[in-house]
């Protein structure tokens, strides 16, 4: 078993554990603090593990929301305070969500707002909610055809990462996390040469569970040091920029794959414009194509410039500011004019196209 703590000046405390079996033990002791308990999960996620919640809060309030991103909105937030309402809960009750991001960032968000703030604990059951979106107090729905536009930063009163969910979980979800595994990869060394030495076992459940805590301790790490993301948790947004550019074009693949292509992009990237390790740059690539598995078709990147340049975040005039990896560890801020980025967009896809790789 691992665990962290996430103490911040403005932020309460948030502990994090790594271990399996987590429903039946770590969970019940937790809960033993709290009068009343309410759940929120998924459908699919409910089917698969709500039956092994331990047996003294099989009887606990409970609220489905339907899977997918589809339903990251108001109505599913307000649906869920209103169920939260009708079980009459008190502001000492506790929120316990199960489930992936979506399901982390409504109920993060619904613990935030009912009674100015209750606690809630996350157990996240996808690679990516662990390694990435239950670590960190972000919650959100997506509003008026905005991802995030309605959120909050609250720090969950406990995380507990169990490595057994990923038992279920489709392939395409664990390419999803890996994303943002090989992401935080980028930014830290010592995670950047684990990745390496096992590339050959990527998505074997060993691996993944063993990788986990380290990415959790990193995140961790990151957020206690500027958990209202005023400067040093940037660094999150690596590949981002250019991930979301092709997100936003045609939303095929996950939002992790995204990150590994934007990785890649971003990575032909600093080689020329920010000074990069062209040979650890490679290996880089090398990792996110790995990570990809099958080669993405993407659309064109002339038209996913053109929507990085709507995207009012990522401008600053008429620029583009991108977190682009240089060394082993360490990034750079580079900003681009938007043509620049445009042309140079559709140069790496040529050649990456031409070279029969990813992309
Ligand atoms: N708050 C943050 O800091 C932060 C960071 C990154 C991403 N996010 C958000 O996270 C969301 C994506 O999360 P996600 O990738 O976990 O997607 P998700 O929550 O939609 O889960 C993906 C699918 O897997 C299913 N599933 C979940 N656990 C399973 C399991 N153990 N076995 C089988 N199926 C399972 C779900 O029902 C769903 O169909 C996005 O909305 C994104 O904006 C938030
Ligand atoms: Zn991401």
Not at 36 to 48: A, G, M, T
Not at 121 to 128: A, E, G, M, V, Y
Not at 133 to 144: E, I, L, Q
């Amino acid at each position: 078993m691992k665990s962290f703590t996430i103490r911040t000046k403005s932020v309460e405390e948030s502990r994090i554990v790594c271990r399996a079996g987590i429903l039946r033990t770590t969970l019940v002791r937790a809960l033993a603090d709290y009068r009343e308990v309410f759940f929120f999960s998924d459908r699919n996620v409910w089917e698969l593990y709500g039956r092994k919640i331990g047996r003294a809060y099989r009887n606990s309030p409970v609220h489905i929301m339907p899977a997918g991103e589809a339903h990251k909105t108001p109505e599913t937030l307000f649906k869920l305070l209103a169920a939260m309402a009708e079980a009459q809960l008190h502001r000492g009750a506790c929120l316990v969500c199960l489930g992936g991001g979506v399901v982390g960032d409504v109920g993060g968000l619904a613990a935030a707002l009912y009674m100015r703030g209750i606690d809630c604990i996350q157990i996240p059951t996808t690679l990516l909610a662990q390694v990435d979106s239950s670590v960190g107090g972000k919650t959100a729905v997506d509003f008026a055809g905005v991802k995030n536009l309605i959120g909050a930063f609250r720090q969950p009163r406990y995380v507990f990462a169990d490595p057994t969910f990923f038992a279920t979980l489709p392939p395409r979800e664990v390419r999803c996390g890996l994303g943002e595994i090989v992401k935080h990869g980028a930014l830290h060394a010592p995670l950047f040469d684990m990745l390496w030495e096992n590339r050959g076992r990527l998505t074997d459940g060993d691996f993944l569970a063993a990788i986990v805590p380290e990415n959790i301790a990193f995140k961790a790490e990151v957020v206690r040091q500027d958990a209202d993301e005023k400067g040093l948790r940037k660094c999150l947004n690596l590949g981002h920029t250019t991930a979301h550019a092709f997100e936003l074009t045609d939303g095929k693949l996950s939002h992790g794959e995204y990150v590994l292509v934007g990785m890649i992009f971003e990575a032909e990237l600093a080689k020329k414009f920010a000074g990069g390790d062209a040979a650890y740059l490679d290996d880089l690539e090398d990792l996110c194509r790995i990570a990809l598995g099958s080669v993405p078709a993407l659309p064109p990147a002339r038209e996913a410039a053109r929507l990085a340049r709507l995207d009012k975040k990522n401008a600053v005039s008429d620029e583009v500011v991108l977190t682009v990896p240089v060394r082993k560890g360490e990034y750079k801020l580079l900003s681009l004019g938007f043509d620049v980025y445009a042309a140079e967009l559709e140069r790496i896809q040529r050649a990456l196209t031409e070279g029969g790789a990813a992309c």
